[in-house]
């Protein structure tokens, strides 16, 4: 690892699938709720409505050092009520917060306004509303993984954190190993001064899918209530098939938008998005007035959905929910809009998914305005923007040629 500017140690690559896009800041405003009937813009008295899957909950874990957060996980139960996914959220993503007049870190809000503020800044950001909410500290997290431990993990690299005034020094190796419970605090509790957090992700990554592996001996499927706390995410998680995540990110180096070179840390709003839609579609509050899109692949492509949810977004709709059922490819997309809406309001919709025939959805869906079902006539549809953008049509002969003199 090397050092690349103001002082910051930074990885050598990113986490996740990395894209080079430019992204607006994640901003914290009013939301809505998906399935919340005072809330949606599309609430009618008297007309049914179905959900867009059943009740898939969220829980913010927050772990703090003192006054300084220095984790923030969020656990997404299943539609089932039994199995789930840990998302390790950067404490240093950079994003607005109220009461601070620039792009910060999303874990300053607990410096503002304590736990409340911290859990509205990290809903807003991830355009979600969670169920519940839980603050621990170090020993919090070692009393949460005392039932879980002996947890199994694979540690990228060798932790190796001092003893402090507060808590023993730690020394992992790097690899396969079982972790007590005081071990795995530490891990994520480890830091080191000067270090971006975006070296430690991968650490952080490897223990909680320990965690959530381990949860199986706590195992309590969540099939007739919301669990009440994070415990009870990590019982109803470890009751079926689970996994860890963590978004896409990158350090944010640009000067005009980090000009004090703090370390924060940027995340790719579409891959976010699309996880969010994914893992939490009932616990949506897009923070835009856009259309609500529900949205699935039947193109045969499978890089057409990020595509769309990128288009869907620069017009400014928000993808909420994603069906990932499977479906042989469709010949044309299918768009399907709510009876409360007319036609002309969906030609916003157009430079996105392209000019379609939009039809009355038989049956409303909560918190869903628009659903659209990708066919084969959306990849045609890139390939035609593509080639417009670039200045070349195609000929007859399939071979593209430039519209441009010379």
């Known amino acids: 690892m090397r050092g690349v500017g103001r002082g910051w140690t930074w990885a050598a690559g990113v986490v996740g699938v990395s894209a080079a896009v430019v992204i607006p800041i994640l901003g914290v405003v009013a939301a809505r709720t998906l399935g919340d009937s005072t809330s949606g813009t599309l609430d009618s008295t008297g007309v049914a409505s179905v959900a867009p899957t059943a009740e898939t909950p969220g829980a913010l874990l927050v772990a703090t050092d003192g006054s300084e957060v220095v984790g923030l996980t ?3 139960l299943s539609p089932s ?8 959220v950067p404490a240093g993503s950079v994003a607005s917060v109220d009461g601070i007049d620039h792009p910060t870190r999303l874990a300053a809000a607990f410096g503002q306004g304590g736990m409340d503020a911290q859990v509205t800044a990290t809903e807003g950001m991830l355009g979600v509303t969670f169920s ?46 079982e972790l007590t419970a005081e071990q795995a605090a530490a891990a994520l509790f480890a830091r080191t001064p000067n270090e971006s957090e975006i070296v430690r992700l991968p650490t952080h990554l490897a223990v909680w899918n320990g965690v959530v592996s381990a949860s199986r001996r706590v195992a309590k499927a969540a099939s007739d209530a919301v669990p009440q706390d994070v415990a009870g995410f990590l019982a109803a998680i470890g009751a079926g ?13 640009d000067t005009v938008s980090n000009p004090d070179g703090v370390d924060l840390l940027q995340l790719d709003s579409v891959d976010l998005r699309i996880l969010m839609a994914r893992l939490l579609p009932t616990a949506a509050s897009p923070t835009g007035s856009g259309l609500r899109v529900r949205l699935s692949n039947h193109s045969g ?8 949810a990128a288009r869907l977004q620069f017009v400014g709709a928000t993808v909420v929910a ?3 059922t499977p479906a042989p490819p469709a010949k044309e997309t299918a768009v399907r809009y709510d ?14 998914v392209g000019e379609v025939a939009a039809t009355p959805a038989a049956q409303r869906i909560d ?24 200045g070349a049509v195609p000929t007859t002969n399939g071979v593209a040629s430039s519209t441009s003199g010379g």
């Open 74 to 76: 969020v656990l997404a």
């Open 81 to 88: 009520g039994a199995g789930g996914t840990v998302v390790v």
């Open 132 to 177: 519940a909410s839980q603050q621990v500290d170090e020993a919090g997290m070692r009393a949460l993984f005392e039932p879980l431990a002996p947890i199994p993990v694979d540690l990228p690299d060798a932790v190796d954190r001092p003893a402090t005034a507060t808590a023993p020094a730690v020394q992992l190796p790097a690899g396969p190993q």
């Open 241 to 253: 098939p689970n996994t860890a995540v963590s978004p896409t990110v990158s350090p944010l180096l």
């Open 301 to 308: 492509d499978p890089t057409a959905l990020r595509d769309a």
């Open 322 to 324: 994603i069906d990932d």
């Open 339 to 352: 009876q409360s809406l007319n036609a002309d309001q969906l030609t916003v919709l157009n430079p996105a």
């Open 367 to 390: 918190g869903v305005d628009v659903s659209v079902d990708l066919g084969q006539d959306f990849v045609t549809f890139l390939a035609t923007a593509a080639e417009e953008a670039s």
